[in-house]
């Protein structure tokens, strides 16, 4: 069986192609030495161009010609990780892209599960919810809150309502509370 050549079955080599391109310009009798992209949609092939109308189509070349604004984002969005499929970090993937959580490891029960648990509010973070008040505070400060919540929620200034007379009691508590924590000489 006779031996074949590559370069004889593919057709001549890039280096002898090359040689003997000419500009792929209407009209242009130069040399074709420099490639540009067809299009958006064949970026692997190209038109061959003289230095001159290589520039020139570089120029007036826009990638993003035609498309929209949701387009052009949607494009800027997948060049960001390279044209691959991405997911959101923190998804709890596992196996072939099952959630861990499918598997009962980390010991999750149900859907609730997923939030982050809190620790419980310590009894002056409670005192301070009742009283609408972030720290630092002083003790000007929590008299005066103090003044205002009692003269709100005061059961004579709601005729006796027994919701405000509980309420009240919160109210004093709460104060008692960051009084003796952050104030015990006051």
Not at 9 to 25: F, M, V
Not at 57 to 72: F, H, K, L, R
Not at 78 to 88: F, M
Not at 163 to 178: G, S
């Amino acid at each position: 069986m006779p031996r074949v050549s590559i370069e004889a079955s593919t057709g001549p080599s890039s280096a002898a192609a090359a040689a003997h391109r000419l500009c792929d310009h209407p009209g242009c009798a130069g040399s074709g030495d420099y490639r540009a992209p067809r299009s958006r949609d064949r970026l692997s092939q190209f038109y061959w161009f003289c230095l001159d109308h290589v520039r020139a189509y570089n120029a007036q070349w826009n990638y993003y010609a035609g498309m929209s604004a949701a387009e052009i984002e949607a494009e800027i969005r997948n060049d960001t990780v390279w044209q691959r499929p991405s997911w959101p970090l923190g998804g709890r993937s596992g196996l072939f892209g099952a959630r861990v959580r499918d598997f009962g490891l980390f010991g999750f029960e149900d859907e609730d599960d997923r939030a982050p648990r809190k620790r419980p509010l310590t009894e002056q973070e409670q005192a301070l919810a009742v009283f609408e008040l972030a720290l630092p505070i002083t003790f000007a400060g929590l008299k005066s809150r103090y003044k205002e919540l009692v003269k709100l929620h005061h059961p004579d200034a709601h005729g006796g309502d027994k919701a405000a007379e509980e309420r009240l009691k919160v109210i004093n508590q709460a104060y008692t509370t960051l009084k003796t924590s952050y104030f015990p000489t006051g």
